[in-house]
């Protein structure tokens, strides 16, 4: 009996570690930032998964690689051209994952404290509203189609 009781452990806990595909966590991944110059701007993309089974709300970001951090959505205006409007949250629903990107959800870094190029790091912290802070230590790249990737001033990440 003992023995049979010990199989079945061993077959749910085989079970519940491979049965599922998304970590019972949130987490982010495939995160970047792009180069720019100090006092200029940049912006940091990611994934944000949910494996959880409630929905949680990135509620701020914090890094010293900029004087401030803001959470920004892209998007259309009426009259066709870009705008970004600042976000107090972004919801990741439960099982479910967001993108930041460009055009989209993005972390603004606005007023960069250094000089970003190609190789870089930049720390940044990820506050949830349910979750434990995330601290990521995020490659800085050049943008596809931006020469030196520096962005102008006014210019949509
Ligand atoms: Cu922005």
Known sequence: MKRILFALAMVSLFL????????NEVLAKDYWARSGMKDGNSAAY??????TDQ?????????????AVEL??????????????????????????????SG??????IGLTRDLKSGDEISLTLKFKNSADLTLTIPVKDA???DGGGMEEGQMP
């Open 55 to 67: 929905d949680d709300e990135l509620v701020g970001v914090s890094s010293n690689a900029a004087q």
């Open 16 to 23: 519940s570690t491979c049965g599922e595909n998304i970590p």
């Open 46 to 51: 990611m994934l944000i998964q949910n494996g």
């Open 104 to 109: 989209s959800y993005h972390v603004m870094l």
């Open 72 to 101: 920004h959505l892209s998007r259309m205006k009426a009259d066709g051209t870009m705008e970004m409007a600042q976000q107090q949250s972004i919801t990741i629903p439960a099982g479910k994952a967001v993108e930041l990107k």
């Open 144 to 146: 596809e189609g931006m």
